[in-house]
């Protein structure tokens, strides 16, 4: 429910309400159904929805993959049937190296699934989370506001909470305070956590293209000389078949990229991607940021938890930033659940400590994965080309080797015993 007016203490208060704090604290309201102690929660979100995302349906609407594992998670919410209406699922992922023999393909039929994933904008999922939060009993939602001010105590976390324009503040505390406001967070920097910093020295290039041949929900993964090139199947719009682009690029190179002319930009994008969906049309607005895997030294401390982005931020190659955040999220609820039911603090060291036990083989797998996957399709070193185009032929002829790394980009890797399974 939205608020305006504060206790002076809660249990749990979020940080951030986007993705990944809303879909924590929707995991929490979840689980608080089934629990005989209730908790409070408060979420704090500095933008409305309104300002988040532009509300209407346009050609350059960014979106997000999300993986089947993530679908499993919404799915336990209560929220997947909100948004299969917006999302477009992917039924085989093409993965190739340009310029090299070798290429593997991944269907969701092999693995008796109705999609490998999901590619959602982002706007939709926003408006579906947020709208969860104001209709929740349980959560309270307080939306726009900012913290000014974060203080560690004794126990838990003293908050300063202001209004968005400044005119009016509210002090709180709070047992645990859980970060989930993203990369480069001020708060993380105010309470002095450094983060480990591996540069790739590439830029991301973003946009959504238009092509003239039906994408027929398949996702393309392209590894070329200068980084990988992604094309994920969108909606049509006006009769225009989509896909979203993510095109590595080294820094030199972005940002005369970004510059050029359409058609110069198309032609350039029509050689490195080839002919796979036919000649490409159209592209809309570019957007550009430099990559890099940054991971923070602390992920918790007492009364304090960080998730998504400002834990650990993952190169966009395989699409695992988004979908082990809502894996954290999910398991940090789930031992928050279990400890309060057992009269533990939930920002008790121990508590948190667990939490970081349960997902360190996740986070390292999945972080692993993306990092060194970028290694190896982003060098031209010719024994990393020889590997890369052996992986490809073995990922592709063994089964058991496919079907392990097809999980491990689908999130249905098992935290636990590190073996893939499906997640029921």
Not at 66 to 92: D, F, N
Not at 134 to 148: G, R
Request: charged share 20%; with cysteine.
């Amino acid at each position: 429910m939205k608020v305006s007016q504060l206790q002076q203490h809660y249990d749990l208060a979020i940080i951030g309400g986007g993705m990944v704090g809303a879909s924590f604290a929707l995991a929490l309201a979840q689980m608080q159904k089934r629990s005989s102690r209730k908790i409070t929660i408060l979420v704090i979100e500095s933008k409305m929805q309104s300002q988040i995302t532009d509300e209407s349906a346009d050609f350059d609407a960014r979106t997000t993959a999300l993986s089947y594992g993530s679908k499993k998670i919404y799915q336990r919410l209560g929220l997947w049937g909100e948004l299969l209406a917006a999302v477009v699922p992917i039924k085989k992922i093409h993965v190739s190296d340009r310029g090299h023999f070798g290429a593997t393909r991944i269907d969701a039929e092999s693995l008796a699934v109705d999609a490998l994933g999901y590619v959602a904008e982002n706007r939709q999922i926003g408006k579906v989370l947020h709208q969860a939060l104001e209709d929740s009993a349980v959560i309270e939602f307080l939306c726009p506001a900012k913290i000014t001010r974060i203080n560690p105590q004794a126990s838990g976390m003293e908050l300063l909470i202001s209004s968005s324009d400044g005119s009016n503040s509210q002090q709180i505390s709070a047992d645990l305070v859980v970060l989930a406001d993203g990369g480069k967070s001020a708060l993380c920097e105010q309470l002095g956590i450094a983060n480990a910093v591996t540069e790739y020295e590439q830029t991301a290039l973003i946009t959504n293209i238009a092509f003239s041949q039906a994408h027929d929900n398949v996702a393309y993964e392209r590894f070329t000389d200068s980084g990988p090139l992604a094309v994920l199947p969108l909606a049509t719009v006006q009769n225009e078949h989509r896909g979203a682009l993510i095109w590595t690029l080294p820094q030199e190179q972005a940002e005369k990229v970004l510059g050029l002319p359409e058609k110069a930009f198309l032609s350039l994008l029509q050689q490195r991607f080839g002919r796979r969906l036919g000649r490409i049309t159209k592209a809309g607005k570019r957007i550009a940021y430099p990559l890099s895997l940054t991971v923070a030294r602390e992920q918790i401390r007492p009364g304090l938890a960080l998730l998504g982005n400002v834990a650990h931020t993952l190169h966009p190659v395989a699409g695992q930033g988004l979908n082990l955040a809502l894996r954290d999220a999910q398991a940090l609820a789930e031992v928050i659940t279990a400890a309060v039911e057992s009269g533990q603090s939930p920002g008790s060291m121990a508590v948190l400590q667990n939490f970081v036990d349960q997902q360190q083989r996740d986070q390292s797998n999945t972080i692993n994965f993306s990092h060194y996957i970028t290694r190896l399709f982003s060098s031209n070193n010719p024994t990393l080309v020889w590997a890369r185009k052996s992986g490809l032929f073995s990922i592709d002829l063994v089964p058991v080797i496919k079907t392990a790394f097809t999980r491990q980009a689908m999130g249905l890797m098992d935290r636990k015993t590190n073996s893939s399974q499906l997640l029921d």
